[in-house]
């Protein structure tokens, strides 16, 4: 081999190696980026425990009894969110959330809220004063249908969701025999008060003559009532009521709301 060819030879580019400084780069990118993530999650934990506890300093205020809130920021990244001082949604989970009625008290066993477009100042969660304020809020809980029975007051008396509506059962004293009837209910909402009318109430194993219809509509205007729902928290106003198997949805909403009043 002449000495022109070994110089060729050498000056020739090796793709190899250009392409194991390429493999080496990109692995020194994605550790780069996945520790950026790491950092912004971890910044978003510290965001999240303060607002937890002026969360749960709001609802002492507003008389709110409930299991420790449950706070997630959500969005990424979440320093920039953190540097414009505001927020695309945080969710708040709040557990066995009550409320007196009329002496008595309606449970939910869960209310999760997710507040939109909420304002909060990097120096807010530093130090736990200031507002935090959000454009809407949306909140959705259940009501147990034992406690829904209970404010009836009714013996015997079973509710439960059936083919998207809700299906009550309860033994009556018909013409001088204890049986069961059952029916469907219309639900609406006004006023922070959920109104159940029961409707179409049918005994079982007995003819459904002119006499037993009056008996049954006077039975189904006695359990039909009026429930006044425990104050929710964010000055939440339900908006819909359906029923689900686990119980009755209540759906409520607020805008331009205080997460955390300014103190």
């Keep these: 081999m002449t000495t022109e060819e070994r110089t060729y030879q050498d000056e020739r580019p090796r793709p190899q190696r250009g392409r194991r400084v390429l493999v080496v780069l990109l692995v020194l990118l994605l550790g780069l980026v996945g ?3 790491v950092a912004d999650r971890v910044a978003a934990g510290v965001a999240e425990r303060a607002l937890t506890d002026q969360v749960r300093a709001e609802l002492a205020t507003q008389g709110v009894q409930a299991g420790p809130p449950e706070v997630e920021i959500g969005g990424f990244p979440f320093v920039t969110q953190v540097l414009d001082g505001r927020y695309e949604r945080i969710s708040i989970g709040l557990n066995e959330v ?6 008595d008290v309606l449970a939910l066993p869960t209310l999760d809220i997710d507040a939109y477009d909420v304002t909060a100042s990097l120096d807010t ?3 736990g004063r200031g507002g935090v304020v959000a454009g809407s809020i949306t909140g959705t809980g259940t009501i147990s249908y034992d406690s829904l029975a209970a404010q009836i007051g ?8 059936r083919d998207g509506q809700l299906v009550v059962t309860a033994p009556m004293d018909l013409l001088g025999q204890r049986v069961p009837v059952s029916g469907t209910a219309d639900i609406t909402v006004n006023q922070g ?4 009318r029961f409707t ?11 006499l037993v219809q009056a008996l049954l509509s006077s039975f189904a205007e006695g359990i039909s009532v009026d429930l006044p729902l425990p104050v929710l928290p ?11 198997p686990e119980g009755l949805q209540v759906t409520a909403e607020a805008v331009e709301v205080p997460i955390h009043a300014a103190s």
């Excluded at 009714?154 to 969701?161: A, D, S």
């Excluded at 964010?234 to 689900?244: A, G, K, N």
């Design 234 to 244: 964010f000055d939440l106003t339900v908006s819909e009521v359906r029923p689900l």
């Design 154 to 161: 009714q013996e015997g008396l079973q509710l439960r969701e």
């Design 193 to 196: 008060q959920v109104s159940l």
């Design 35 to 37: 520790l950026l993530v």
């Design 125 to 127: 969660l530093r130090s």
């Design 98 to 103: 009550r409320g007196a009625v009329q002496g």
């Design 200 to 210: 179409d109430l049918t005994p079982e194993e007995m003819p459904n003559g002119l």
